[in-house]
């Protein structure tokens, strides 16, 4: 089965600082999805950024970026230019790739704080 | 805008009391997800259902039951609600096979007392 661990329940960052979220996971299949979701105080789940397997290009989004390290099982959010609305809970997650009922496995999340 | 829609935000019920959490999504996903939120334990699939009238079990099914006559609605039952299923209770669907994750409902945060 596969896991996802986020190490670190609470992160805190200075306003346009940079921050890194870690996560780590662990699976047998060679290919798949990577994934991080931000839920703010209003709960509503919003996709950052989505990494695919077989692409060794780190995604990029705006001011986020993923360090992703296949054979590490490694997959940190970077959070460059911190905003205050970045303020969060940050979760990583996992899905199989293509197969019917795909489900996605979350890691168990890391709160972050941003201060002004 | 395409939604999944949870029917309450919040929720109070007795223990014993039989609990009903209704979603619906207007997108014709297939993929439907049930998940419950803890702090410290992230988000823990209960059931899932990639068509009408199907349902899978998730890693945390036990007191639950799911129902999906319908291709948009997907709904979680506690059959006998207890206080260890207070709990943000998370909605989800998804197309078959998409790269691009899910879409989420804004949760209900059901309190069992």
């Known amino acids: 089965a596969q896991t996802v661990t986020q190490s670190q329940p609470e992160m805190s960052v200075q306003e346009a600082e940079t921050v890194t979220l870690s996560c780590t996971y662990d699976?047998?299949?060679?290919?798949?999805?990577l994934f991080w979701y931000k839920q703010p105080p209003s709960r509503q789940m919003i996709l950052v950024i989505r990494q695919e397997a077989y692409k060794q290009q780190n995604a990029t989004e705006n001011r986020f970026s993923v360090n992703f390290q296949k054979a590490a099982k490694s997959f940190s959010l970077k959070i460059s230019d911190s905003q205050l609305g970045d303020a969060a809970m940050y979760f990583c997650?996992?899905?199989?790739?293509?197969?019917?009922?795909?489900?996605?496995?979350f890691g168990e999340g890391t709160q972050l704080t941003v201060n002004p | 805008d395409v939604k999944v829609t949870q029917s309450s935000r919040y929720l109070v019920k007795r223990t014993g009391e039989k609990v009903f959490l209704e979603c619906v999504q207007d997108?014709?996903?297939?993929?439907m997800f049930w998940y419950r939120q803890d702090p410290g334990l992230g988000l823990r699939l209960i059931y899932f259902s990639y068509d009408v009238k199907m349902k899978e079990k998730g890693d945390i099914p036990e007191g639950y039951s799911v129902s999906r006559e319908k291709k948009e609605r997907f709904s979680l039952i506690l059959e006998s609600a207890s206080t260890n299923q207070t709990s943000m209770y998370l909605c989800?669907?998804?197309?078959?096979?998409?790269?691009?994750?899910?879409?989420f409902g804004s949760g209900t945060r059901l309190t069992v007392v």
């Open positions: 997650a996992y899905r199989r790739r293509e197969t019917s009922g795909s489900r996605l496995t």
């Open positions: 699976t047998s299949e060679s290919d798949y999805y």
């Open positions: 989800a669907s998804s197309l078959f096979g998409t790269r691009v994750g899910y879409t």
């Open positions: 997108m014709d996903h297939e993929n």
